[in-house]
């Protein structure tokens, strides 16, 4: 199995903030990784697939980068509705797997 | 508007079937572009993807789970399924049932709601 990393496992920010979180994958997986957001009692939702490319309805201010096996998720001008765990994903071999997710909160 | 809807027992004894539908409307769960999935997400946890299928009859299992597992489509009633079995505690968990699409590259492009299962006696 492809093991998925992230880092930070945490972190605070404000409303306005810029922030940065790292996915690494235990073996090169081209850019087949995905970004979700998942707030408390929801289901996750797709934000970037292709380590790059933006979920159609996703505000622009999400950007994904990276390839091989280190990948980020930029989030500039956090929003009030920013608040929330995300997770990175790998779809370049099954079993999918997820990373153990980062909790950006206030 | 493509739905997904989980449905099936909340409470499950030990060492019994867990079995779930998901009702899909607004897409055709025939058309080979899809993967008709199942992700679970113990409390506190990442999801764990549990398995695939399409309706061209392949699949796709977790290996920690495989032998346990058995995703079935119905396409006549545009629905798929989930049957596990011999569940423990460690099988409680919210179940999602998830579109996986595949243009040039595969994501889970739309999820159900989700349903807890907790097993217990």
């Known amino acids: 199995d492809i093991q998925m990393t992230q880092s930070p496992s945490s972190l605070s920010a404000s409303v306005g903030d810029s922030v940065t979180i790292t996915c690494r994958a235990s073996q090169n997986i081209l850019n087949y990784l995905n970004w979700y957001q998942q707030k408390p009692g929801k289901a996750p939702e797709l934000l970037i697939y292709?380590?790059?490319t933006l979920q159609s309805g996703v505000p622009s201010r999400f950007s994904g980068s990276g390839s091989g096996t280190d990948f980020t998720l930029t989030i500039r001008g956090l929003q009030p509705g920013d608040f929330a765990t995300y997770y990175c994903?790998?779809?370049?071999?099954?079993?999918?797997?997820f990373g153990p997710g980062t909790k950006v909160d206030i | 508007q493509v739905q997904l809807q989980e449905s099936g027992p909340g409470l499950v004894k030990p060492s019994q079937t867990l079995s779930l539908t998901c009702i899909v409307s607004?897409?055709?769960?025939?058309?080979?572009?899809?993967?008709w999935t199942w992700i679970r997400q113990p409390a506190g946890k990442e999801p764990e993807w549990i398995g695939r299928a399409s309706a061209s009859g392949s699949a796709n299992y977790n290996p920690s789970l495989k032998s346990r597992v058995t995703i079935s489509l119905d396409t006549s009633n545009n629905q798929f399924s989930l049957e596990l079995t011999s569940v423990t505690a460690a099988d409680t968990a919210v179940y999602y049932c998830?579109?996986?699409?595949?243009?040039?590259?595969?994501?889970?492009?739309?999820w159900g709601r989700g349903t807890l299962v907790t097993v217990s006696s």
């Open positions: 292709a380590a790059s």
């Open positions: 607004g897409a055709s769960i025939s058309n080979n572009m899809f993967y």
């Open positions: 998830v579109r996986d699409y595949g243009d040039y590259r595969w994501y889970f492009d739309l």
């Open positions: 994903q790998q779809s370049y071999s099954t079993p999918r797997t």
